[in-house]
């Protein structure tokens, strides 16, 4: 008897115990950052922020605490068709095949990007719609939770214009009931999920690249520049349309582009690359071919391209290869023109410090060979300018005539002349004598290691949102929190524009001496 009460008793208990869906066992599985949870404890906490990382292209989402996110959303027309809309099943509508008719590149490349660069192009309220939409679906599709009592953490560049910031907050607050919306600034959190406070990031984004110099997780120095990946795929495009104008005895002088944009891209983020030097080593690069899909037809014919060919527009536009420096405008500067000259703003302790931390996000980072020969660019800037920001040809002519008379000085052992730089004897060997206080600080510091400065040196990030992640998971508020009643009272207007903010209280993350408002930041 006692037998058969207690096996009916498990499985009175096994029945009534609730339903497991499979969507939250892997949910709960992907909580990496947090080791010390428990069977009972590994389900998703409803207090649990929702990161989104918002781009031109992207819409990255998922939850607290996770080192990846569970959804990679695209702005494009197969994300706004209508229910009914079954255009993109039709063949040659799917981005796939050619144009029918060659299009200019701006337009060849607007539908596919949540916003562009130039604020006067731009329809705010169909941004404001294609944000509701992709929210709404996110929500429904992949993270199977209500957007109601969850708090919001978005991780948006610094640099966004004011009008999509408020034309973002504005749809979230309108449309869904968030309690308080976050704000955290993507570079800082590149160089969080590298495990950094200070770094150089460098994204190499969509519609532009910029260069963020971070200092004690502060952003002090940024530089950007319009040569990004939307102009290399735009290049790719027309080199694409180039080989199938060629294939039908054709001439491509219009400059358009007809072959399909997910094609094109396709084609970009696979074979793309770039030589890691200027003068690569291996020379068979030139000749050596490589069977590509037809631009014609991509499903049935193949067409044989040299693998320099493939090269060309990532070197031609992120480098600015055969380009003179004096023909580049200031918001056309070349990706390692751009950071020699973030880095030669900074103070020499700040530019030790973030040279040798420097970290590359964005789509642009995934080419073979780019980061390699971006560094060693920035390395011959370096050997030939130096860190003094004046140049030009009286410069050199004055700089090779001051060597020009120090070498024949030192032929005939006369004295140098004066102006020329006389080198200084090497200093000594022996370690200088350490008074007290250095001494007992080594004593009790006797296995940290010396920071590493001055070197031009990579490093590896697991991008913005895994930065987030782990920012939002130690529960540590953001300096720019924003409430529901009072943005919804005031707008963007109502945050207080400081050029240099108060740093929030570690345990309440408010400002001091002020609980009744919130500042924009870094988004001033």
Known sequence: MSSSSTLRNAQSAKSTSPPHTPKQQLRSGHN?????????????????????????????????GNSAPICVVGFGPEESRRAGDYRGLIEGDSGMGP??????????????????????????????????????DTYNQYLLTDAGPSRLVLALPSLLPHPLLSALLSTLFSRWRFPSITLLPSATMSATAAGLRSALVVDL????????????????????????????????????????????????????????FKYCEEITTRLAWCSPSAEPDNKEESTRTLSIPSPINPNQAFIDVPISLLAEPVERVLLATNTPESELDDEEKSIPLLLYNALLALPPDARGTCMSRIVFVGGGARIPGLRQRIL????RLIDRYGWSPIRGKAVERQRQRLEEL????????????????????????EEPELDFVEQKLRRQNKDTRAPVQGLLREIESLGPWAGASLVTSLKIRGMVEIEREKFLQHGIAGGIRDSEYAVPDRRSGLRAGDRSSWTLAGWA
């Open 205 to 260: 984004g969509w519609a532009e690249t910029t260069v963020t110099c971070i200092y004690e997780y502060r952003e002090i120095v940024t530089k950007r520049s319009t040569r990004a990946m939307k102009t290399v795929l735009q290049d790719m495009g027309r080199l694409l349309t180039g080989l199938a104008s060629s294939k039908n005895n054709e001439a491509n002088t219009n400059n358009k582009i007809s072959v399909g």
């Open 406 to 429: 120090k070498l024949s000085s030192q032929a005939n052992g006369e004295k140098p002349p004066s102006g020329t730089i006389v080198e200084r004897p090497e200093p000594s060997q």
């Open 99 to 136: 144009l029918a008719e060659p299009i200019d590149a701006e337009e060849w490349s607007r539908e596919y990007e949540l916003w562009g660069p130039d604020m006067r192009q731009i329809d705010l309220g169909l941004v404001e719609d294609k944000i509701e939409r992709i929210f709404r």
């Open 376 to 379: 060693h660019e920035i390395s």
């Open 32 to 64: 990496s950052f947090n080791s010390t949870t428990s069977p009972g404890s590994s389900f998703r906490n409803e207090d649990d922020a929702i990161i989104f990382e918002i781009g031109a292209r992207w819409l990255r989402a998922g939850f607290e």
